[in-house]
């Protein structure tokens, strides 16, 4: 197939991996918890970094790239379809069902719309939706373990110091 007008792509020449910040690391590894106790066989985690790797700055070119992300994002929700619930409290989790419907309703609604082209963004809107999605789920993966930990930390770090 013969491709007058298109860039030349060098051979061999692949993106590198993304660089992923600590709370998007943190989020990979509760994925993967939650995979290791309830679906096994998706691997949460890479679509998460799917969906990141399609927002950086080399892909933008694709006009595609927006919509692409977030099916990768909606994909990570949708595996539980209405057992959500049942998922997380497999999983431990810490938070109130009826908190985790509404905000992950309203997450999965937005990025439902755009991954379906229903809802345009602009890239710092979408960035910020992102940004959402990161912190409800990770306040969803908190587990019971966690807090307890939270709170040691807190108070070994807050220890009155002894005299003697």
């Known amino acids: 197939?013969?491709?007058?007008?298109?860039?030349?792509?060098?051979?061999?020449?692949?993106?590198?991996?993304?660089?992923?910040?600590?709370?998007?690391?943190?989020?990979?590894?509760?994925?993967?918890?939650?995979?290791?106790?309830?679906?096994?066989?998706?691997?949460?985690?890479?679509?998460?970094?799917?969906?990141?790797?399609?927002?950086?700055?080399?892909?933008?070119?694709?006009?595609?790239?927006?919509?692409?992300?977030a099916h990768s994002l909606r994909e990570i929700i949708f595996q539980f379809n209405s057992k959500w619930m049942d998922a997380f409290k497999l999983y431990g989790s810490a938070t109130t069902e009826e908190e985790k419907v509404k905000k992950f309703g309203r997450i999965y609604g937005k990025i439902t719309d755009v991954a379906h082209h229903k809802y345009s963004l602009n890239i710092e809107e979408y960035e910020k939706l992102i940004g959402k999605f990161q912190e409800v789920l990770l306040w969803a993966l908190a587990r019971q373990i966690d807090v307890h930990k939270q709170i040691d930390n807190f108070l070994s770090d807050n220890k009155p110091e002894k005299s003697g």
């Open 1 to 69: 197939m013969k491709m007058d007008g298109m860039p030349k792509i060098e051979e061999g020449s692949v993106l590198p991996p993304i660089l992923l910040t600590p709370q998007q690391d943190e989020l990979c590894n509760r994925l993967d918890l939650l995979n290791q106790t309830t679906i096994q066989g998706q691997e949460l985690s890479e679509m998460f970094r799917g969906a990141i790797y399609a927002t950086r700055e080399e892909n933008r070119s694709n006009p595609d790239w927006m919509a692409q992300s």
